[in-house]
């Protein structure tokens, strides 16, 4: 999505401080933490929100953001 502030982040057109990614997901500190450290994990394939994501992505997330 062009208008999508997430998609502009993983693209590299918003800068952030990335904690972690790979092919699939990435995980940078948020921009107005609630807690020092607050962080944001996403996949870099556009979702709108986790019912939008199929069992595959979700799963794995999932899975990452447990770890």
Known sequence: MD???FCKIV???????KIYEDK???AFLDIGPV???????????????FLDMNE???????????I
Request: charged share 25%; hydrophobic share 35%.
């Open 35 to 49: 807690n020092k450290g607050h962080t944001l994990v996403m996949p870099k394939n556009h979702s709108e929100t």
């Open 11 to 17: 693209k590299g057109e918003i800068p952030s401080t």
């Open 56 to 66: 595959r992505e979700l799963g794995k997330i999932m899975h990452f953001i447990l």
């Open 3 to 5: 208008d999508c502030i």
């Open 24 to 26: 699939e997901f990435m």
